[in-house]
Every structure is written in C-alpha cells, then in structure tokens.
C-alpha cells in the first residue's frame, strides 16, 4: 500500500483492537485492523475491503495492540 498524500510505500505498525463510537448513546463497534503508517508524513492508515488505504483520524481509539 502506498500513502495517499505522499506516494510512498507505508509500514506495517501492527494490529489493533479499535472501538468505534458512531452517536452518543449508541453502543460502540468493537473490531481490530491492521495499521500502517507513512515515515514521512507520520499519517496512519487502515487497509478499506478493496484494499486501498484509508487514513485513521482518532489514534485514541486504537486501545489494545494483538500479539
């Protein structure tokens, strides 16, 4: 995968339990991805279902990496 800003090959960081909270009130989504991130613009991306990457806005949400 590349870095949509950059153009350049991203690095596999790990995978991640992420909670996604939609609306308040709503119960979080609970799910885990794989995440990569650029070395120059330091952006983190998950991989989309098509395989392109998608940048991550909330880091904070990433609480628990899997082994």
Not at 20 to 39: K, L, N, S
Not at 41 to 49: H, I, L, Q
């Amino acid at each position: 995968m590349k870095c949509t800003k950059c153009d350049l090959q991203l690095d596999f960081v790990g995978r991640y339990i992420v909670r996604e909270d939609f609306e308040a009130g709503a119960p979080a989504q609970i799910r885990d991805m794989e995440v990569w991130q650029c070395d120059v613009c330091k952006t983190y991306f998950e991989a989309s279902m098509s395989g392109k990457p998608v940048p991550i806005r909330f880091m904070q949400s990433l609480f628990k990496r899997l082994e």
